[in-house]
């Protein structure tokens, strides 16, 4: 059969996936549901991108490795740009159909848990949501124990012939990277003396400055929504997500602007 713009993109697949819950339905949930299903979507191509990356900075790739950096942060700005239009629900527009959503919550997306261990935020609690043997946590498991990205960019580094300690390079991935002197003096010099890597440091700036804009938006959004009420599926709501607020995730990368 002859490929179609419909075929090729499964288009009518696709637009079944909308389901609102609400009697009516409400109108503003069809809203809801689109722009939530696009975060997953982009979170599925960020985890395309940011695993090929992570294979290109193993392989020394350094023009391709920033390409594909800057690529990152423009989908990140596309994410920030799509909270735009879920601050256009208004808290009433919310309620109107909030109580369908019982026990959901986007605590619950495993793909933005697996962008979270793939950035280095390792915490293995969070498995617990995931039932013992699902598909979910088995994704969250094989995250929780591999490198993450600045692990790539780290023996990236020691590649170039930087000399990054085997503290860092051999450390337990499932554990949170503790921020590095020796890695910080390696910056410095990178900064100084390789224009290309250097570029390749403020590219990962850009996406880490990028996500803390999103989660900044996302806060503000939630909270212009739903006020000081627990969030969906039980959450603490406001409190919880302004607890992640200016948590970089590559703090060796910001600890060394005051040395220059």
């Not at 995250?143 to 020691?158: K, S």
Request: with cysteine; aromatic share 12%; proline share 4%.
């Amino acid at each position: 059969m002859t490929v179609t713009y419909s075929s090729y993109l499964k288009v009518d697949d696709l637009l079944q996936c909308q389901q609102p819950l609400s009697d009516g339905p409400e109108h503003d949930e069809m809203l809801f549901i689109v722009i939530h299903q696009s975060y997953e979507l982009w979170f599925k191509q960020l985890l395309h991108e940011l695993d090929f990356l992570i294979g290109l900075f193993n392989a020394g790739e350094k023009y391709r490795a920033l390409h594909t950096l800057k690529r990152v942060d423009a989908i990140y700005r596309t994410l920030i740009q799509q909270v735009d239009i879920l601050e256009t629900l208004t808290p009433l527009e919310f309620l109107s159909f909030r109580d369908r959503l019982s026990s959901a919550s986007g605590f619950q997306s495993y793909q933005f848990r697996e962008l979270e261990f793939l950035y280095g935020a390792k915490d293995a609690r969070k498995l617990e949501n995931y039932p013992r043997g699902s598909e979910h946590r088995a994704r969250l498991e094989k995250r929780l124990e591999a490198p993450t990205l600045w692990d790539a960019f780290m023996n990236f580094l020691a590649q170039e012939g930087h000399s990054i300690p085997d503290s860092v390079l051999k450390r337990d991935f499932s554990q949170v990277a503790e921020p590095s002197s020796a890695v910080q003096k390696v910056l410095i010099d990178v900064y100084r003396n390789d224009p290309l890597i250097s570029e390749i440091c403020e590219a990962l700036v850009d996406i880490d400055t990028s996500l803390q804009q999103w989660r900044y938006r996302h806060v503000k959004m939630v909270e212009r929504t739903i006020g000081a009420k627990m969030g969906t599926g039980g959450s603490s709501g406001v409190g919880y997500l302004q607890s992640t607020l200016f948590q970089p995730v590559f703090p060796d990368l910001w600890a060394i602007r005051s040395e220059f």
